[in-house]
């Protein structure tokens, strides 16, 4: 997955029906809109819910005149503008559907259990979710990409793990592989480049914008992980 038209090959054959392509769309993107889900019903009926609404999203975007149907591939912020758009549309139904049935409830039961809101901002989520999505696909790649390259090429993954995942300080990882620390600072220096390199391509393949637009949106998909670490 390293071109653009790759993302649409993916999108393109969803729509058409292509079974290999739709399961690797919910794969990918599945987790993303389960997120904004859960976030936008914390604490509320709906979340009873997520399950059936879940489906529901994926089904708009497969049937025949749907959603992917209609996606356009220059359209404002890419495909994850448009499947944002797609998951806030379910959401609003199965709310109303909701609405519906809690009043019924109301009519013939009396009040039931108060369910309150909790303000988690889920567009938000739904934009951390995307990230991290991301972000995984571009370290999947990068381990791809070493796997060919050789040694030296995994070991470097290896090292941005440890910085990435387990937080580990550059003189401990110089300890552990018994090299000197700046040793270490070099190969680090150099996995943080093929990483970005990755992390590009992974955001062309969904984005399909100029270059311009995809080393803004990097930009922002880090600065949102860091904010959620911070």
């Known amino acids: 997955m390293t071109s653009v038209a790759t993302c649409w090959t993916l ?26 889900l859960m976030s936008r019903w914390h604490s509320r009926p709906e979340l009873r819910d997520l ?34 758009g797609v998951t806030r549309n379910v959401a609003v139904r199965c709310e109303q559907r909701r609405a519906r049935l809690n009043h019924r409830e109301l009519l013939t039961q009396g009040p039931g259990d ?5 303000e988690l901002d889920p567009d938000l989520a739904f934009d951390r979710a995307w990230a991290q999505s991301t972000v995984r696909e571009a370290l999947e790649m990068m381990r791809r990409r070493a796997l060919v390259s050789g040694d030296e090429a995994r070991a470097r993954v290896e090292l941005l793990e440890c910085r990435f995942q387990r ?50 949106e990097c930009r922002d998909l ?6 959620h670490t911070a």
């Open 51 to 84: 399950d059936d609404a879940l489906q529901d999203v994926f089904l708009e975007c497969f049937k025949e005149g749907g959603a992917l149907e209609k996606a356009e591939r220059r359209r404002n912020g890419g495909f994850r503008a448009f499947l944002f």
């Open 114 to 118: 108060d369910l309150a809101a909790v």
């Open 167 to 216: 937080g580990m300080p550059i003189r401990e990882i110089a300890a552990q592989r018994q090299v000197p620390a700046a040793r270490i600072h070099h190969d680090y220096a150099q996995a943080r480049r093929e990483f970005h390199t990755s992390l590009r391509d992974v955001v062309a393949f969904d984005l399909g914008g100029l270059e311009k637009d995809v080393h803004a």
């Open 11 to 36: 999108i393109e054959g969803a729509a058409d029906g292509a079974k290999d392509a739709r399961d690797l769309f919910v794969r990918r993107y599945g987790p993303v809109v389960k997120v904004y």
């Open 222 to 227: 880090l600065r949102l992980l860091q904010e």
